[in-house]
């Protein structure tokens, strides 16, 4: 089939449009894994999809074209056309049904990435990259975009098991309601249970307030903590989501321990782990720390990080050409 050459741009004024599903594409085959995952993302939602390169080069004022010297097909401009038709290839023949669209942004990958998350309900990128998006998840430039991207964003790991749960790590705090929403979102167009998992220690957790507010109160590192009082805690997390779900079968499960280690073995059987940018207690700053890179380096499952900033908005840039 022709495949019409992307175009470069560089970051442009935004116009409405709404269900979009985007995934960053590099040509790595951690990012083209990232695609089919986009693609069955995008179905799902019933979404449109569209495959992001972020292309460096231009902004750096080297020959896009073929060198003398090389072959005609030669040269950057020529290998950016490839490796994003061949993911435009990938997701349709993944998802046939699903309207893919294309588009080459002049820039790096997180000012890219970040500014495409404007437009979309969920952002798909890959584990590991090469080209505009090497280094991806080896340093803060994902753990960045999980806390500050403007919707969801889902880190494609080991292929999901189709017919395990959606983890939610619950942490009890304002900035997990997002993750709290996107889980039982997903959870209800997956047709798949939800397990809300919330780790707590003896010495990590808030004790409750004294029953007479005139007696004097403060909440030390160091309280003790009691399993009702986290129950309590996670039942509050979850309020209100079960009436507007109501398919969704849901477990609480309290783990006495280690947040990573709790969800990292709870990642071994789910489709999908569902965290948020901060947490209390056992999640604490889930994404912006420790525990965010080990998540994104060891989960058995992809990983969705919701940030605190609002949902995507529906916004593209204007001028694009698709």
Sequence with gaps: ?????????????????????????????????AVEVAAWEARLRGAGLRAVHAFVWPAMHVPLG???????????????DRLVAEAVERARTVAPEVDVSHVVVTGEPLTVLEAQSRAAELVVV???????????????????????????????????????????????SAAGRRAVDFAFADAALRQAPLVALHTWTTWNAPMPGPQDPSEPYANPPGALAEEEE??????????????????????????????????????????????????????????????????????HCPVAGCGERGAGSGERGAGERH
């Design 1 to 33: 089939m022709p495949y019409a050459n992307p175009p470069v741009q560089h970051l442009l004024p935004t116009v409405i449009v709404s269900g979009l599903v985007v995934v960053g594409v590099d040509g790595s085959a951690s990012s083209l894994a």
């Design 230 to 299: 986290e129950e309590r805690l996670l039942s509050e997390a979850l309020a209100g989501r079960q009436e507007r779900y109501p398919g969704v079968v849901v477990e609480h499960r309290l783990v006495h321990g280690g947040t990573r280690e709790a969800l990292i073995e709870a990642s071994r059987s789910a489709q999908l782990l569902v965290v948020g940018a901060r947490g209390r207690g056992g999640f604490a700053g889930l994404l912006l720390g420790s525990v965010s890179q080990a998540l994104l380096h060891h989960a």
């Design 66 to 80: 073929p060198s003398a010297l090389g072959p005609p097909d030669g040269g950057l401009q020529n290998m950016v």
């Design 126 to 172: 890959g584990s590991r990259g090469m080209g505009g998006f090497v280094g991806l998840l080896v340093g803060s430039t994902a753990v960045h975009l999980a806390a500050h991207g403007r919707c969801p964003v889902l880190v494609v790991r080991e292929t999901p098991h189709s017919d395990g749960p959606v983890v939610l790590g619950v942490g009890g």
